[in-house]
């Protein structure tokens, strides 16, 4: 990582369907379907809308060989309607899926804590991909690593870089350079060590794969938005990253717009920022400088902290920059940067990419957003929600919510409305609302209490990881999770102001 000024991590090109990354190429944006994959024309239609916002690779489960078959169905309807987003297929525990799969698309997916590497399965769908042109993606989740794995390591970063590393051995083994990878969580702080000690890795053993960012779990609205930026904007300013998708739960075509933002946000960040100390930084190791146990926002009392605001194009290394060089290391600091945006889920993206890996990597003790023509009220509702996706503040209830895919099996939109609607009052609670148990119980580990889709109109309730109710109708499930979070004495009742 360069500390003084920005350049990207060197890369080389992957080529996906008609989309190149790596090497030059800008960051390709990309999402994934959440139809059913047995059902062609819902398929054909969302990838349509996805490619239409202005994504250039869509991702669709293939949970089964069934799923995998019908991947030629689809991609030929795709390209009888001249839709141009390269097709990925998502494989979790089945190698016989990925093998069919491979037949029909441009890139596959799979997932090294459900897949075996020692009966020659991966050698077997790299020769089969090297003989199509197809590309892999090894897509590492905090949530399923590999029980030898997480026995040695346990659900750690270092955990996720052995996991992709070994896989990464193979490729290199085998001479396939067509090859991508991942290392996605829903905690931020966890997901950006796993990039950096990953970049790190395969900077020590000559490797210049490219990289897939993505947070996972980041939810809904405004809150998901910004927990993606944070994680995302983190490793995009320090240059890691050659395609992105921000996971949100909602249609996946409204993902495209942010990616979007986010990549032309980070396409340029000129400057030179000088860095004396550089020994006071550790990327990949958590350090909270100061001694300042609760962050603070704009509002707040400010006595005896240091306001330091950046006025450059790469507010991100400006700012580190001379925290760093602060006479007192140990020194509180506010962050300030002005933005214009007329647009509030704009200015969010934009500040929570910029400020957020300051707070993310404990160099920073608060946050002052500058934006005039925006209400106090909105501008700490944003600090505050930035603060709580760095993991440096909980004001609020916190949803690890999937994206859903086609192996969920019912509304997850319209469920974590009404979840949301029942429990957003709720202070520093982590609820998990996931799709389906592929990688739900795994993704939301750190979560207070899970809710997780179990099979068709069917739910298991969580208390961290521990089951507690299963396969219970899903008719019966928000009043059960409401009456578990009681049973636990962690319920309190809606103030009036906030029915």
């Known amino acids: 990582m360069n500390l003084s ?11 996906i369907g008609a989309t190149t990354i790596g090497g030059q190429h800008p ?28 994504g250039r690779i869509v991702r669709l489960t293939a949970q089964g060989r069934r799923e995998a078959e019908n991947l030629q169905h689809i991609a030929r309807r795709v390209r009888e309607e001249g839709i141009g987003a390269a097709l ?32 020659g399965e991966l050698e077997a769908l790299i020769a089969q991909c090297r003989e199509r042109g197809v590309a892999l993606r090894i897509g590492v989740n905090h949530g399923s690593l590999a ?47 796993a990039y950096r000690l990953l970049a790190e890795a395969m900077e020590a053993e000559g490797m210049r794969y490219p990289i897939h960012l993505g947070v996972t779990e980041a939810g809904n609205g405004l809150e998901g ?21 921000v996971s949100l739960t909602e249609a996946p075509e409204h993902e495209i717009p942010v990616a979007q933002l986010l990549a032309e946000h980070f396409a340029v960040r000129p400057g030179r920022f000088e860095v004396r100390h550089p020994e006071r930084y550790s990327p990949t190791e958590y350090r909270h400088r100061s001694r300042v146990a609760v962050p603070i926002v704009h509002d707040e009392p400010m006595e005896g902290f240091r306001v330091i605001e950046a006025l450059s194009g790469n507010p991100t290394a400006e700012l580190r920059a001379a925290i760093l060089n602060l006479e007192q290391p140990d020194e509180p600091v506010v962050v300030k940067r002005r933005y214009d945006d007329s647009s509030l889920e704009t200015l969010a993206v934009k500040a929570a990419a910029d400020l957020g890996v300051l707070l993310l990597d404990g160099l920073a003790d608060g946050i002052w957003i500058d934006a005039p023509g925006h209400s106090e009220a909105d501008i700490r509702d944003v600090e505050l929600m930035i603060l ?9 209830t916190e949803y690890i919510a999937c994206p859903s895919c086609g192996r969920t099996l019912y509304d997850i939109e319209k469920t974590l409305a009404d979840i949301k609607a029942r429990t957003s009052h709720l202070k520093n609670l982590k609820i998990g609302v996931m799709g389906c148990i592929v990688n739900g119980p795994g993704e939301m580990a750190d979560a ?19 089951v507690v109710a299963r396969n219970i109708p899903q008719e019966e499930a928000l009043d059960r999770l409401v009456a578990l979070i009681e049973e636990h004495g962690e319920w309190e009742e809606p103030s009036e102001s906030k029915m």
């Open 147 to 193: 029980r030898r794995v997480f026995d040695e390591w346990g659900d750690t970063p270092q955990g996720m870089v052995v996991s992709a590393m070994e896989f990464l051995r193979v490729c290199r083994q085998e001479g396939f350079d067509q090859v991508v990878v991942s290392m996605k969580s829903s905690n931020t702080r966890v997901m950006v060590a």
């Open 448 to 466: 207070d209490y899970g809710y997780v889709g179990a099979g068709p109109g069917r739910i298991t309730l969580y208390k961290g990881r521990t």
């Open 5 to 15: 000024e920005f350049s990207r991590r060197t890369s080389c090109e992957v080529r």
């Open 225 to 245: 938005r910004i927990k993606s930026a944070v994680g995302i904007g983190a490793l995009l300013a320090d240059g890691i990253g050659d395609t992105i998708r």
């Open 388 to 396: 709580q996706a760095a993991r440096a503040r909980f004001s609020h």
């Open 27 to 54: 960051v390709a944006v990309q999402s994934m379907t959440n139809t059913d994959t047995n059902d062609t024309e819902a398929c054909v239609a969302q990838i349509g809308r996805i490619a239409a916002a202005g």
């Open 88 to 119: 990925v297929a998502d494989i979790h525990f089945l190698p016989e899926a990925a093998a069919v799969a491979a037949q029909y698309v441009d890139k596959v997916r799979i997932n090294p804590g459900n897949y075996r590497t020692d009966h």
